[in-house]
């Protein structure tokens, strides 16, 4: 399918399009997995999803399915959450879905984003988490739910 600049059917609302039905797909997901969250409302930054179970998660989807370079504003997506995110995190979730960033993450490219995220993390006390697909989402989602079952 082709997609023009200039018609209904623009490529950038077909992109955006693909990054909506990635984020309903995990709310999906944390629905069935009866795990609490929120999209946060109103002016300014905003993550996808807080998971606030004992600790607040910040889940933040990021779906491409080509290799472009749109990538490459996936470190500064991290800088804001760590450090301007209205609501204080202490994990963050970074899932990279779609068969653009299996390509990416092998490629020398996805090498140097990735460092970008490690340098972020290694001036942040926020846990930094790069998750690259949905088994992988499903068992840190596991994880949420056993921490909060020790507190009962």
């Given at each position: 399918?082709?997609?023009?600049?200039?018609?209904?059917?623009?490529?950038?609302?077909?992109?955006?399009?693909?990054?909506?039905?990635?984020?309903?797909?995990?709310?999906?997901?944390?629905?069935?997995?009866?795990?609490?969250?929120?999209?946060p409302?109103?002016?300014?930054?905003k993550?996808?999803?807080?998971?606030?179970?004992?600790?607040?998660?910040?889940?933040?989807?990021?779906?491409?399915?080509?290799?472009?370079?749109?990538?490459?504003?996936?470190?500064?997506?991290?800088?804001?959450?760590?450090?301007?995110?209205?609501?204080?995190?202490?994990?963050?979730?970074?899932?990279?879905?779609?068969?653009?960033?299996?390509?990416?993450?092998?490629?020398?490219?996805?090498?140097?984003?990735?460092?970008?995220?490690?340098?972020?993390?290694?001036?942040?006390?926020?846990?930094?988490?790069?998750?690259?697909?949905i088994?992988?989402?499903?068992?840190?989602?596991?994880?949420?739910?056993?921490?909060?079952?020790?507190?009962?």
């Amino acid at each position: 399918m082709a997609f023009m600049f200039n018609d209904n059917k623009s490529f950038a609302k077909h992109i955006q399009q693909s990054g909506i039905k990635a984020e309903d797909g995990i709310k999906d997901i944390l629905k069935e997995f009866e795990i609490p969250h929120y999209r946060p409302r109103g002016v300014g930054l905003k993550i996808d999803y807080i998971i606030p179970t004992n600790i607040n998660i910040g889940v933040e989807v990021k779906y491409q399915e080509d290799g472009q370079t749109v990538y490459e504003k996936v470190p500064h997506a991290v800088y804001k959450y760590v450090f301007h995110n209205p609501i204080k995190l202490d994990e963050l979730w970074i899932l990279l879905l779609g068969k653009g960033w299996q390509q990416i993450l092998k490629s020398p490219s996805g090498k140097r984003i990735l460092g970008h995220i490690e340098l972020i993390q290694n001036n942040t006390d926020i846990d930094i988490v790069v998750i690259d697909n949905i088994s992988k989402f499903i068992n840190k989602l596991e994880d949420v739910e056993e921490k909060e079952h020790e507190f009962f």
